[in-house]
């Protein structure tokens, strides 16, 4: 069989027994320095948004995965994307984008109205994300504004978006009213 003729990956919602191979990937991916980012502080307490969280699978192996967290900008609720991960020899094959595109589908599929991230605009671009006006919104901790992006997920939601970013709801009693999250 050639290698066009290999069966590609698949994408399917990620389930409890995904979750150490997702954690081990965003390990190997991310390195420990991660919790120390501001987007990762304001998971910390807080379930990810399951209906939106999808592996690709190929040959029965974990490629890459997607995650997406509930956030209040304002008072406006919105998404936060990643992590967004894929294995190191997957890289450049497409997986990362596939597994965007089909999260953000399913977003707007439940009426979610606007997701934002941190990252590169050259790639998160291939979706649809765009830099947001500096300033717009402010992340609780150290963000370089020039990495912050978003998407409507319904026509001009994200106009209405401004304000502190943090987190939207609390599953853990210790991280109530934003414990942890100083500024600077």
Not at 39 to 56: I, N, P, T
Not at 63 to 79: D, H, K, Y
Not at 80 to 105: C, H, N, Y
Not at 137 to 164: A, H
């Amino acid at each position: 069989m050639s290698e066009a003729s290999e069966p590609a990956w698949t994408i399917r919602p990620e389930r409890p027994q995904d979750a150490p191979l997702v954690e081990h990937l965003n390990e190997t991916a991310f390195g420990p320095g991660r919790f120390a980012k501001s987007a990762y502080r304001l998971r910390e307490g807080v379930s990810q948004v399951d209906e939106l969280a999808f592996v690709a699978i190929q040959a029965g192996e974990l490629r890459g995965s997607v995650r997406f967290w509930p956030i209040m900008i304002g008072a406006q609720r919105a998404l936060m994307l990643g992590p967004l991960a894929v294995k190191s020899d997957q890289r450049g094959r497409g997986i990362g984008v596939a597994l965007m595109e089909r999260a953000l589908e399913e977003a707007r599929r439940r009426g979610h109205e606007a997701a934002i991230l941190v990252g590169d605009e050259p790639y998160y671009a291939r979706v649809g994300f765009a830099k947001l006006p500096s300033g717009r919104i402010r992340f609780p901790g150290p963000v370089d504004p020039s990495r912050v992006l978003g998407l409507s997920l319904k026509p001009g939601s994200l106009l209405n978006l401004s304000g502190e970013v943090r987190r939207a709801r609390l599953d853990e009693p210790v991280c109530a009213d934003s414990a942890g999250l100083a500024s600077g």
